[in-house]
């Protein structure tokens, strides 16, 4: 991102009242010779295209200074003003907040992402707008950088149309890269319809089985929207490394997805673009893809996994679940499971990954997927138990947590913003709200629900977000911590946990959303809490499980957990 500049968006904010902001723009083009992108805000003074000094870009915070660790993450699109918010550069901003939306005259391929299908199968989903459906997408896929070698793909298209004043019009595609080898270099390019140009070529190294590899690792975290306080250079960082194969994203994206016309999304998704070409993710559904605001389109229009599914056809929903269902749907139609990324599983490695979409006990909309969710995931967990000698370990992830200790938003939001942001989207600062903040019932049932067949199948861990915090919690199985670290640990650095007999959680929700959420009492479940930025790393075999915490502030681990079970 070094050294890349576009268009500067500076925002003035004028707070009239706590549930509304001002917001007054003006624009200055870059020198022509500054390429479009991001670029890091300490480097922003340096690399001559914005003209302006590091006092002139630190003014740009709303404290006048950008904070000690901003200059480790990207700029990028869709940056909100507020305590910790920055403003974008990008060449050609097209809405009031500064979101980027490229010259779409020609249809150009964005957004392109490759989803986890299976240890040997990705779908490939990209957007293009101004496209045309009669012909079907096409992708290249070989092992040479120059694709001599390619063999030429076609998948499906999805229109979509956002439903804002702007109508923006979607062409959603989708295509199946399968019987991959494995862990192997692929390179590859897409385009849409027939008036579509073609992508770069991209490079990424698939996946494997746990007969294939003993080694499995990987990315996890919640709530991660597009900030400069997020993940994505770490994560960046860690797959050049080899450190991370995949990522799993605990669901709460771009804050939100849907936000100015769908332009927010955009930015989210071209900004994740250069980790989730070089590597596959698993998104999960969280509550604010529910909030996105379109909720009224049905999600059969938006979606591919409805038309094979056998569970009634969904509600209206949101565009991020339009977006991640149909590529990961597709998979899983090709391989037979859920036939719908509302809750879904795949393995990879050592690790059966299982999905849940855990709205259905927050949401009334949401209560008619209950019961099918819980026969496909008592299937699934009875298919996945009794091949254990191949992938040993059973995770289990979903937005919402089971347990948890924080406060949500807080006793006291500690800007106006915060209060805005929180009212805006339903969350009510000023109570307690933790894992019972909306209520007792929905934890109760959810765990009431989900416990009996952890134990039944011997679920190993649980991972959640939604509280935008690092918690490492016990060993727990109906309401009772039945497991303490082996050496009693009560600080950060190394846990293990041998022969567990409850599930051991996580709650990683710090990947970076629009502020973090303060703690109350640990109460009886929580070993570690954490109130920074940061994500997960996981590496698993045979033999045993490590979960690393790692800080966005500056890449170092700041907890360590390790299970070794005799599955």
């Given at each position: 991102?070094k050294g890349?500049c576009?268009?500067?968006?500076v925002?003035?904010?004028?707070?009239?009242?706590?549930?509304?902001?001002?917001?007054?723009?003006?624009?200055y083009?870059?020198?022509?010779?500054c390429?479009?992108?991001?670029?890091?805000?300490?480097d922003?003074?340096?690399?001559?295209?914005?003209?302006l000094?590091?006092?002139?870009?630190?003014?740009?915070?709303?404290f006048g200074?950008?904070?000690?660790?901003?200059?480790?993450?990207?700029?990028?699109?869709?940056?909100?003003?507020?305590?910790?918010?920055?403003?974008?550069y990008?060449?050609?901003?097209?809405?009031?907040?500064?979101?980027?939306?490229a010259?779409?005259?020609?249809?150009?391929?964005?957004?392109v992402?490759?989803?986890?299908?299976?240890?040997?199968?990705?779908?490939?989903s990209?957007?293009t707008?101004?496209?045309?459906?009669?012909?079907?997408?096409?992708?290249?896929?070989?092992e040479?950088?120059?694709?001599?070698?390619?063999?030429?793909?076609?998948?499906?298209?999805?229109?979509y149309?956002?439903?804002?004043?702007?109508?923006r019009?979607y062409?959603?595609?989708?295509?199946?890269?399968?019987?991959?080898?494995?862990?192997r270099?692929?390179f590859?390019?897409?385009?849409?319809?027939a008036?579509?140009?073609?992508?770069?070529?991209?490079?990424?190294?698939?996946?494997y089985?746990?007969?294939?590899k003993?080694?499995?690792?990987?990315?996890?975290?919640?709530d991660?929207?597009?900030?400069?306080?997020?993940?994505?250079?770490?994560?960046?960082?860690?797959?050049?490394?080899?450190?991370?194969?995949?990522?799993?994203?605990?669901?709460?994206?771009?804050?939100?997805?849907a936000?100015?016309?769908?332009?927010r999304?955009?930015?989210y998704?071209?900004?994740?673009?250069?980790?989730?070409?070089?590597?596959?993710?698993?998104?999960?559904?969280?509550?604010?893809?529910?909030?996105?605001?379109?909720?009224?389109?049905r999600?059969?229009?938006?979606?591919y996994?409805?038309?094979?599914?056998?569970?009634?056809?969904?509600?209206?929903?949101?565009?991020?679940?339009?977006?991640?269902?149909?590529?990961?749907?597709?998979a899983?139609?090709?391989?037979?499971?859920?036939?719908t990324?509302?809750?879904?599983?795949?393995?990879?490695?050592?690790?059966?990954?299982?999905?849940?979409?855990?709205?259905?006990?927050?949401?009334?909309?949401?209560?008619?997927?209950?019961?099918?969710?819980?026969?496909?995931?008592?299937?699934?967990?009875?298919?996945a138990?009794?091949?254990?000698?191949?992938?040993?370990?059973?995770?289990?992830?979903?937005?919402?947590?089971?347990?948890?200790?924080?406060?949500t938003m807080?006793?006291?939001?500690?800007?106006?913003?915060?209060?805005w942001?929180?009212?805006?989207?339903?969350?009510?600062?000023?109570t307690?709200?933790?894992?019972?903040?909306?209520?007792?019932?929905?934890?109760?049932?959810?765990?009431?629900d989900?416990?009996?067949?952890?134990r039944?199948?011997?679920v190993?861990?649980f991972?959640?977000?939604?509280?935008?915090?690092?918690?490492?919690?016990?060993?727990?199985?109906?309401?009772?911590?039945?497991?303490?670290?082996?050496?009693?640990?009560?600080?950060?650095?190394?846990?293990?946990?041998?022969?567990?007999?409850?599930?051991?959680h996580?709650?990683?929700?710090?990947?970076?959303?629009?502020?973090l959420?303060?703690?109350?009492?640990?109460?009886?479940?929580?070993?570690?809490q954490?109130?920074?930025?940061?994500?997960?790393?996981?590496?698993?075999?045979?033999?045993?499980?490590?979960?690393?915490?790692?800080?966005?502030?500056?890449?170092t681990?700041?907890?360590?957990?390790?299970?070794?079970?005799?599955?």
């Open positions: 991102m890349a576009g268009m500067l968006g925002l003035a904010l004028v707070a009239s009242s706590a549930a509304m902001y001002d917001v007054v723009v003006d624009y083009a870059p020198p022509a010779n390429t479009e992108g991001c670029a890091s805000w300490t922003l003074a340096a690399d001559n295209c914005t003209g000094n590091q006092s002139a870009v630190d003014a740009k915070w709303q200074v950008a904070p000690a660790n901003v200059g480790r993450h990207c700029a990028m699109p869709a940056n909100d003003p507020g305590e910790y918010g920055a403003w974008c990008c060449r050609n901003s097209m809405a009031v907040w500064g979101f980027c939306e010259n779409q005259s020609v249809p150009t391929p964005e957004q992402n490759l989803q986890v299908a299976g240890p040997d199968t990705v779908v490939v990209f957007v707008f101004n496209d045309t459906a009669t012909s079907a997408p096409t992708a290249q896929l070989g040479s950088a120059d694709l001599t070698d390619a063999i030429t793909l076609t998948g499906i298209t999805k229109e149309t956002e439903t804002s004043n702007a109508s019009h062409f959603m595609h989708f295509v199946v890269f399968p019987d991959l080898t494995p862990s270099s692929y590859f390019r897409v385009r849409g319809g008036r579509s140009t073609w992508s770069s070529t991209f490079n990424f190294t698939s996946l089985s746990g007969e294939q003993n080694e499995t690792k990987f990315a996890i975290f919640g991660m929207g597009v900030y400069t306080y997020n993940n994505m250079d770490w994560l960046l960082d860690d797959v050049k490394a080899q450190r991370i194969d995949f990522i799993v994203h605990l669901g709460d994206h771009a804050y939100n997805v936000q100015d016309s769908g332009l999304g955009d930015g998704f071209n900004a994740f673009q250069p980790i989730l070409t070089k590597i596959p993710w698993v998104p999960v559904l969280g509550n604010h893809e529910y909030y996105d605001g379109d909720e009224f389109n999600f059969l229009n938006q979606t996994g409805v038309t094979l599914g056998d569970i009634p056809p969904a509600h209206p929903t949101s565009h991020i679940n339009s977006y991640i269902a149909i590529g990961s749907t597709l899983q139609a090709v391989k037979g499971t859920s036939k990324s509302r809750y879904y599983s795949v393995d990879v490695g050592q690790v059966h990954v299982i999905s849940l979409d855990l709205n259905v006990y927050y949401f009334d909309t949401e209560l008619v997927f209950r019961k099918p969710m819980l026969d496909w995931l008592r299937a699934d967990l009875e298919a138990s009794q091949n254990r000698a191949t992938v040993p370990w059973i995770i289990v992830n979903a937005h919402q947590p089971l347990y948890c200790s924080s406060v807080g006793e006291n939001s500690s800007s106006l913003w915060e209060f942001y929180d009212q805006s989207n339903g969350e009510n600062p000023g307690f709200r933790g894992c019972t903040g909306t209520g007792i019932f929905p934890v109760e049932v959810s765990r009431l989900l416990e009996a067949l952890f039944e199948f011997d190993d861990l991972f959640a977000g939604h509280e935008h915090d690092y918690e490492s919690i016990y060993a727990v199985m109906n309401g009772t911590v039945v497991n303490k670290c082996d050496a009693g640990s009560t600080t950060p650095g190394n846990c293990t946990f041998t022969n567990p007999s409850g599930v051991v996580f709650v990683t929700g710090a990947g970076g959303a629009p502020h959420d303060k703690f109350g009492d640990a109460g009886p479940f929580t070993r570690i954490l109130s920074a930025w940061g994500y997960g790393r996981v590496t698993a075999t045979q033999e045993e499980f490590v979960y690393e915490h790692v800080l966005n502030s500056n890449g681990v700041f907890d360590r957990v390790t299970v070794r079970k005799a599955h």
